[in-house]
Each structure stands twice: as structure tokens, then as C-alpha cells.
């Protein structure tokens, strides 16, 4: 739809203009006017759609400045948290709101002073909970409610801390809800928090007659070396290649770095300034590849991806989808390809239940035999033995994806990765389990499940 259609304030039109839109999207097109009618909104859209827009600058139309907290924004990651504040900053160019970022694993103090001030606060729950016990936020004003990748927050966890937020929440709100999936605890809130809310469905943002999805058979042994012929093979922009466990992130970036291609890992072991100067890395071309697990990129806004590649696979259609929502938009092309060794085929059995994917078996190419060398671990592992990389013992019981026993239960969780490691120490308490105790109330981490510093948010 052309902008002349929707009317918008002029100072975030003039916004508009200055980040060079031409049109709106789809989403766009349809929750604009329903927010600016004052509806409540259910939004199902995957990754790269458009929903920042889509509700940013209808819900910033009802702030005024200096009146108080007037919009929420709750995300799961603290990733998707800077996003959404960087794009407000922009979309407020010229109406001068205050957007503050509330997000945990990093100190409490400047937030504070910021909340005084603040007119918008876009963050995640655990730690925007730990405000309102400090009473140093104030939520009696909002207008807006929004809650940003709502499956994802529920799914790690977050469902409680959601549920205390909005019951201090202005009742009078208008309440706003994006979802890549309807599941039972997104209904449990559409149901009990919303007000006759209208539905908006939008269909996966990625042109899929230009995105090419493909998968190898490989043996176990073999993974490594056709990952590192694929990626010399198929890379002609950036590449990003997803991994079950942050242990195999960091052990696959190293080892591709090795083979000279230029990788970084991305996971919630990292720090936040060392995540963001990845990421930034990443952007503007300083790096060929990023490695990341499915929590710390779900969410991020990654444009020119020409490679999505499944070291791993996932455990749900619904979480292929959005890795392979990072290539093939805006009319651009992309290629997705898996690798499945023995192992992933009971996932990739589950991800071909969405009989709408179109994934094609291609024949194992010649490729180059190379050496994946035993990463900083605990224990014996990638060094060879039965199944390859993988043949002894590592850090605990569940069964890696190069033969043999890897990450298991003990420090990171096996596949759930980055839900039940412990706090790294940066200030927010350990909590174990998604029960309202845990092992403390104060300075959380938003890592709801797990109490890791890093909170994934």
C-alpha cells in the first residue's frame, strides 16, 4: 500500500520519509488503522514481516511527552530489546519521546534515572519485574501494551512474569500481541488479558519461489568437512548457520575460522558488549558467516542473509521457519540447506510435518576431508573415536551431533541450550525452574527457566 494511504502524525511521517519507505506492508497495511482505531490485536507473522512498523508507529502516536510510561513494549531477548529501541529512536526522530531499554545483565542504576524520564520502555520481563519490586517503574499511565514474539517468551519460560506485568498494567490499556504460533499459553493471554481482540494472519515473509531448500544425507564424521564445502561453495553474500548447543557454536565457528572463513558465534554464554559487537561485525560485512543458536537470534532483524545453513536441525516446522525466514525476502533470492547426519532425522521427520515446506534431497557432492579439532571443553570430546568427532565422554549424557556422547544434562542442557545454565555472574541471581520462588526475586534474570546472566533477551 502506497504511505499516502495511511495517515500517520506528521512528525513520524517526516520519519517515515527519512528512512526511505516507499510502501507499507502487509502487516502494516492491516494493524495501522486497526491500532490507530483502538482495537486490540492479535498479530501471527513470522520473522521479517514488518510488525516493529506495524505497531510501533500507531502506538507512538498515543504518546505524549513527559505524561509518564504511555507504551510497553516486552520482548524475550535483550537482542530484539535494542532493536525495537533503536528503531522507536528513529521513528521518534522528530517527536522527541524518550525510549529507555530495560533488559538484565547489565547494571540496574542507569535504568533508574532513565525510568524517571522515560515516555516508552521496551524490555524483558524478568528484569522489568525487578523494577516494579524496586517500585522504581510506573505502569499506571500506559496506553499501549505490546508483547513482542509472545511464543517465544512463553516458551522460555516467562509465562508468569508476563502475567504479574500486565496486572500492573493500566486496565484501560490497549493491548497488542505478535506471534509467530498460536500456542496454548498465547490463547491462556489473548483469552484472559484482551479485549475482543481482531486477528491479523499474515503468510511467512519469505518469497519462497526464490528461496531453494535443500538437505544432505552425511555421516556423522563427514558433518564438519561438507559444512566448510558448502559455505566456500554457496557463499556469496552472508551466510548464517544454526547449531543446537552454544558449546557446538563456538567449537564450529573456531573450526571454521581455521578452514579461512571468517565466523563469529553468537549464543547467550557471550557478553552483551561482545554479542553486540558481533552483531555489528556481521552487518556491515566484517564476517562471512555468523553461527548462532536459535535463541539468540530469534527475533533480530538480519537483512542480506543469501545462506542459511542447519548444522543442526530443529526440533519444530514452526522454528524452521523462522531460521529460513532470514533469506529470500524483499524479493530477494536465498538458499537453505541441511545437513543430517543419523541423528537428525527425527527432527527433521517433525519439521516436514508442515506439509507446505518444500525441501529437496540432493547427492552428496566430493568434498574435502577436513579435521574438526577438539574445542576449550570439560572432558573428552571431538577427538575422534566411534562416530567420528565425538567418540568419548564430554560434559553429559544426551547424544551430540558427531557420534558418540557430548552436552548432555549437566552444564548446558543438551538441545535446550541456552534455558539452564547458570548466572555468569554479572549481578542477576541463578533461578531454576520457572516457579514463582526459584532461588530469588530481586535483580533476576530474565532467563526465566534458567538464571543465566546473559537472559537471552
Given at each position: 500500500?502506497?504511505?499516502?494511504?495511511?495517515?500517520?502524525?506528521?512528525?513520524?511521517?517526516?520519519?517515515?520519509?527519512?528512512?526511505?519507505?516507499?510502501?507499507?506492508?502487509?502487516?502494516?497495511?492491516?494493524?495501522?488503522?486497526?491500532?490507530?482505531?483502538?482495537?486490540?490485536?492479535?498479530?501471527?507473522?513470522?520473522?521479517?514481516?514488518?510488525?516493529?512498523?506495524?505497531?510501533?508507529?500507531?502506538?507512538?502516536?498515543?504518546?505524549?511527552?513527559?505524561?509518564?510510561?504511555?507504551?510497553?513494549?516486552?520482548?524475550?531477548?535483550?537482542?530484539?530489546?535494542?532493536?525495537?529501541?533503536?528503531?522507536?529512536?528513529?521513528?521518534?526522530?522528530?517527536?522527541?519521546?524518550?525510549?529507555?531499554?530495560?533488559?538484565?545483565?547489565?547494571?540496574?542504576?542507569?535504568?533508574?534515572?532513565?525510568?524517571?524520564?522515560?515516555?516508552?520502555?521496551?524490555?524483558?520481563?524478568?528484569?522489568?519485574?525487578?523494577?516494579?519490586?524496586?517500585?522504581?517503574?510506573?505502569?499506571?499511565?500506559?496506553?499501549?501494551?505490546?508483547?513482542?514474539?509472545?511464543?517465544?517468551?512463553?516458551?522460555?519460560?516467562?509465562?508468569?512474569?508476563?502475567?504479574?506485568?500486565?496486572?500492573?498494567?493500566?486496565?484501560?490499556?490497549?493491548?497488542?500481541?505478535?506471534?509467530?504460533?498460536?500456542?496454548?499459553?498465547?490463547?491462556?493471554?489473548?483469552?484472559?488479558?484482551?479485549?475482543?481482540?481482531?486477528?491479523?494472519?499474515?503468510?511467512?515473509?519469505?518469497?519462497?519461489?526464490?528461496?531453494?531448500?535443500?538437505?544432505?544425507?552425511?555421516?556423522?564424521?563427514?558433518?564438519?568437512?561438507?559444512?566448510?564445502?558448502?559455505?566456500?561453495?554457496?557463499?556469496?553474500?552472508?551466510?548464517?548457520?544454526?547449531?543446537?548447543?552454544?558449546?557446538?557454536?563456538?567449537?564450529?565457528?573456531?573450526?571454521?575460522?581455521?578452514?579461512?572463513?571468517?565466523?563469529?558465534?553468537?549464543?547467550?554464554?557471550?557478553?552483551?558488549?561482545?554479542?553486540?559487537?558481533?552483531?555489528?561485525?556481521?552487518?556491515?560485512?566484517?564476517?562471512?558467516?555468523?553461527?548462532?543458536?536459535?535463541?539468540?537470534?530469534?527475533?533480530?532483524?538480519i537483512k542480506n542473509v543469501g545462506l542459511v545453513l542447519n548444522y543442526d536441525l530443529p526440533k519444530t516446522s514452526q522454528d524452521y521457519v523462522h531460521r529460513i525466514g532470514r533469506t529470500a525476502r524483499?524479493?530477494?533470492?536465498?538458499?537453505?540447506?541441511?545437513?543430517?547426519?543419523?541423528?537428525?532425522?527425527?527432527?527433521?521427520?517433525?519439521?516436514?510435518?508442515?506439509?507446505?515446506?518444500?525441501?529437496?534431497?540432493?547427492?552428496?557432492?566430493?568434498?574435502?576431508?577436513?579435521?574438526?579439532?577438539?574445542?576449550?571443553?570439560?572432558?573428552?570430546?571431538?577427538?575422534?573415536?566411534?562416530?567420528?568427532?565425538?567418540?568419548?565422554?564430554?560434559?553429559?549424557?544426551?547424544?551430540?551431533?558427531?557420534?558418540?556422547?557430548?552436552?548432555?544434562?549437566?552444564?548446558?542442557?543438551?538441545?535446550?541450550?541456552?534455558?539452564?545454565?547458570?548466572?555468569?555472574?554479572?549481578?542477576?541471581?541463578?533461578?531454576?525452574?520457572?516457579?514463582?520462588?526459584?532461588?530469588?526475586?530481586?535483580?533476576?534474570?530474565?532467563?526465566?527457566?534458567?538464571?543465566?546472566?546473559?537472559?537471552?533477551?
Open positions: 500500500m502506497n504511505l499516502k494511504e495511511i495517515k500517520l502524525q506528521p512528525e513520524l511521517e517526516k520519519a517515515i520519509l527519512d528512512l526511505g519507505f516507499s510502501e507499507f506492508t502487509e502487516i502494516q497495511e492491516k494493524c495501522i488503522p486497526a491500532i490507530q482505531a483502538g482495537k486490540d490485536i492479535i498479530g501471527v507473522s513470522h520473522t521479517g514481516s514488518g510488525k516493529t512498523a506495524a505497531f510501533g508507529f500507531p502506538s507512538l502516536e498515543k504518546v505524549t511527552q513527559g505524561k509518564g510510561i504511555q507504551l510497553l513494549v516486552l520482548v524475550p531477548t535483550r537482542e530484539l530489546c535494542n532493536q525495537v529501541a533503536k528503531e522507536f529512536h528513529k521513528f521518534t526522530k522528530y517527536k522527541k519521546l524518550l525510549t529507555v531499554e530495560v533488559y538484565g545483565g547489565v547494571s540496574i542504576n542507569p535504568q533508574i534515572d532513565g525510568l524517571r524520564r522515560a515516555d516508552v520502555v521496551v524490555g524483558t520481563p524478568g528484569r522489568v519485574l525487578d523494577h516494579l519490586e524496586r517500585r522504581t517503574i510506573d505502569f499506571s499511565k500506559v496506553k499501549v501494551l505490546v508483547l513482542d514474539e509472545a511464543d517465544k517468551m512463553f516458551e522460555m519460560g516467562f509465562i508468569d512474569d508476563v502475567k504479574d506485568i500486565i496486572s500492573k498494567v493500566n486496565k484501560d490499556r490497549q493491548t497488542l500481541l505478535f506471534s509467530a504460533t498460536m500456542s496454548q499459553e498465547v490463547q491462556d493471554i489473548t483469552r484472559n488479558y484482551m479485549k475482543a481482540p481482531e486477528k491479523i494472519k499474515m503468510q511467512t515473509y519469505v518469497d519462497k519461489s526464490k528461496l531453494i531448500q535443500h538437505y544432505y544425507d552425511v555421516d556423522s564424521r563427514d558433518k564438519f568437512a561438507m559444512a566448510v564445502h558448502v559455505l566456500k561453495k554457496e557463499l556469496s553474500g552472508l551466510a548464517l548457520v544454526f547449531c543446537a548447543t552454544r558449546h557446538m557454536t563456538d567449537s564450529l565457528a573456531r573450526n571454521l575460522n581455521k578452514q579461512g572463513i571468517k565466523a563469529q558465534p553468537l549464543h547467550g554464554g557471550l557478553t552483551q558488549n561482545r554479542r553486540q559487537a558481533v552483531l555489528e561485525d556481521f552487518h556491515k560485512g566484517r564476517l562471512d558467516v555468523l553461527v548462532a543458536s536459535d535463541v539468540a537470534a530469534r527475533g533480530l532483524d524483499a524479493g530477494s533470492d536465498g538458499k537453505v540447506v541441511s545437513l543430517l547426519a543419523p541423528q537428525d532425522h527425527d527432527n527433521f521427520r517433525r519439521v516436514l510435518e508442515d506439509r507446505a515446506l518444500m525441501v529437496h534431497k540432493e547427492k552428496l557432492p566430493e568434498f574435502e576431508k577436513v579435521e574438526f579439532t577438539r574445542g576449550e571443553s570439560r572432558g573428552r570430546s571431538f577427538g575422534g573415536g566411534r562416530g567420528g568427532f565425538g567418540g568419548g565422554r564430554s560434559t553429559g549424557g544426551g547424544r551430540s551431533g558427531f557420534g558418540g556422547r557430548s552436552e548432555g544434562r549437566p552444564a548446558y542442557g543438551g538441545n535446550r541450550e541456552d534455558r539452564y545454565s547458570r548466572s555468569s555472574g554479572s549481578g542477576d541471581r541463578p533461578r531454576f525452574g520457572s516457579s514463582r520462588g526459584g532461588f530469588g526475586r530481586n535483580n533476576r534474570s530474565d532467563d526465566r527457566r534458567g538464571g543465566s546472566s546473559f537472559e537471552d533477551k
